[in-house]
């Protein structure tokens, strides 16, 4: 099947109202994180069906749809690429990841960084020099500094920590709230599996975190206890 038959399939799967409540969703406005961005209208769930139907997609036709103007098809590209990822060869792994940072400025959206980062960057990266995610966090893009906290959620669930918390650091001063959201939430997934590790990094930084990170990180812990993070008396 041809990149046009299955572009002409995701348009039979549009829907004008969730395209619009979309637009509202995603920030597409003036001046919001996701100004301009362009919707079909398909849910999520039917956009995974799609991906498994068409998995076998070669990277240039992925790459097409990683390329186009509509949030939808580029969320489809990257299903399928980390579904490439996942079940691929070390030489087709390393031709998908060559692909992501290529058209890294396409992934512009924090579900299209979210639900691929962690499973191609971080999985790609767990035994190699993690020097490109400290690169992506020093990034004037949004994506690319939120690319490089959400790729630590792979590494988190190997239970290696160690890179989240630096990039967590070098986030800390971030001026977007959508870092703030990620980096708490990487923070939040270390504590659920070893929460000492998170307390001694909130002891050490919590007074100057950010409080839209520090909420999100100490979300699971006890009512008393979020008070005295949250007015400073720990």
């Known amino acids: 099947m041809t990149v ?17 409540h979309s637009k509202r969703f995603f920030k597409t406005g003036k001046g919001e994180y996701g100004e301009g961005d362009e919707f079909l209208g398909i849910r999520v769930p039917v956009l995974r069906a799609h991906a498994r ?3 076998h997609a070669t990277l240039t036709e992925i790459r097409e ?6 949030h ?22 390393r031709e998908v990841y060559s692909l992501y940072l290529e058209n890294i400025k396409h992934i512009n959206n924090w579900d299209l960084v979210d ?4 499973y191609i960057v971080g999985a790609w990266l767990k035994d190699r020099d993690k020097q490109p995610i400290y690169t992506l966090a020093k990034s004037g893009s949004l994506w690319e500094r939120r690319i490089a906290i959400m790729s ?17 650091l070098l986030l800390k001063h971030d001026p977007e709230d959508l870092i703030h959201k990620a980096a708490g939430w990487m923070l939040r997934e270390i504590g659920k599996r070893d929460m000492a590790v998170e307390k001694n990094f909130l002891q050490q930084h919590y007074r100057q975190m950010p409080r839209t990170m520090l909420r ?3 979300e ?10 949250l007015k400073g008396l720990v």
Do not use: C
Not at 72 to 93: H, I, N, P, Q, W
Not at 220 to 229: A, C, L, T, V
């Open 115 to 118: 639900s691929s980062a962690p």
């Open 152 to 168: 630590t959620f792979h590494l988190i669930g190997k239970n290696s920590f160690d890179d989240a918390l630096q990039i967590s």
């Open 220 to 229: 699971r812990f006890p009512e008393n206890e979020r008070k005295k993070y």
């Open 4 to 20: 046009s038959d299955i572009k002409e399939t995701l348009r039979t799967l549009a829907d004008p109202l969730i395209a619009e």
């Open 53 to 55: 139907e068409f998995r």
């Open 65 to 70: 749809f990683l390329r186009s103007r509509f």
């Open 216 to 218: 999100y990180a100490i």
């Open 72 to 93: 939808e098809e580029r969320l489809f590209a990257l299903l399928l690429l980390v579904r490439k990822f996942e079940k691929g060869s070390e030489d087709e792994r």
